[in-house]
Structures are given as structure tokens and as C-alpha cells.
Nanobody, 118 residues
């Protein structure tokens, strides 16, 4: 059984930093990509970025480029989202996902709250 568990969320002041982790247990060998998503209150979920588990190639949405970084440690089966220079508009529930070959992505974590105060 595949399980994704996020950690590292919390409350931070604008300009601060947080690092989110997404640890995977189980077999996701067929997933070549993992992603970070976020959903703010009253808004649709949006992708923050993604990373190729083999290539390490990353994608970040324009609004977080230069502030966020995605990385992974395949030995620890963990994906990270380093968030710097946080803004109040980054406030959301952040979730990680794997296996985009399935519509809507096949596996999801439970999400972690990130709140940025002004």
C-alpha cells in the first residue's frame, strides 16, 4: 500500500521560510514524477511544482519561481519543498502527490497547513 505523508507546515511571518517534506512508503516505481499542490480557502487546487524522480528535472509555477525549490532524496524516499520569502498569498494547504499517469494523480498525502501572516 502506498502512503504519502507531508510534514513541516506551520505559521510563519511574511518573508520567512519553511521546508515541507513528503515521505513515501510503498511501491511507486511506476511514478516518474512527484508534485506539490496547494489549495487556498475558496480557491481551486493548483500545482506548485513537480520533480522527476529519476532525472531530477523540476518545474515551478511562475508565482513561486526564485522563492521555492523542489528537491528529492531517493534514498530516504522523500521529496522536499523549500519555501523562502513567503508571502501571505502562499497561505494554503499543501499536498504532495505521485503517479500522474492516473487522471488526477494516483496517490495523495493528507496535506499540511501553511499560514503566512503579514
Amino acid at each position: 500500500q502506498v502512503r504519502l505523508v507531508e510534514s513541516g507546515g506551520g505559521l510563519v511571518q511574511a518573508g520567512g521560510s519553511l521546508r515541507l517534506s513528503c515521505t513515501v512508503s510503498g511501491d511507486i516505481d511506476r511514478s516518474e514524477l512527484m508534485g506539490w499542490f496547494r489549495q487556498a480557502p475558496g480557491k481551486e487546487r493548483e500545482i506548485v511544482g513537480s520533480i522527476g524522480l529519476v532525472t531530477g528535472t523540476t518545474y515551478l509555477r511562475d508565482s513561486v519561481k526564485g522563492r521555492f525549490t523542489i528537491s528529492r532524496d531517493n534514498v530516504k524516499n522523500t521529496m522536499y519543498l523549500q519555501m523562502n520569502s513567503l508571502k501571505p498569498e502562499d497561505t494554503a494547504v499543501y499536498s504532495c502527490a505521485a503517479d500522474p499517469s492516473v487522471p488526477g494523480w494516483g496517490f495523495w498525502g493528507q496535506g499540511t497547513q501553511v499560514t503566512v501572516s503579514s
